[in-house]
């Protein structure tokens, strides 16, 4: 199992982040692209997806808190199929 940190992208909308709503509570299996956070960009509301299926350890922040481009949102643990794997 491979741990990643799912970080605040640049969605080109300013520098003015915050985070809306998790839709994912931590502990729960997620595949890649579902749904995992809200962020308000100006009046923008964008959903960021999971780049990868896995399951979501932690949240690194809350609602509503402000946020910047690279910054660390969530851990999540990826399933990673072992090739070596008899």
Do not use: C, F, K, Y
Not at 26 to 55: K, Q, Y
């Amino acid at each position: 199992m491979t741990r990643r940190h799912l970080t605040t992208p640049d969605l080109g909308l300013g520098p003015a982040m915050r985070t809306g709503v998790w839709l994912v509570e931590a502990g729960a299996a997620v595949a890649a692209g579902d749904r995992l956070l809200e962020i308000v960009a100006g009046a923008a509301l964008v959903d960021l997806p999971s780049p990868a299926g896995g399951v979501l350890l932690q949240w690194l922040v809350g609602e509503d808190e402000e946020i910047v481009v690279g910054q660390p949102l969530a851990v999540i643990e990826e399933n990673v199929e072992d090739d070596a794997a008899p």
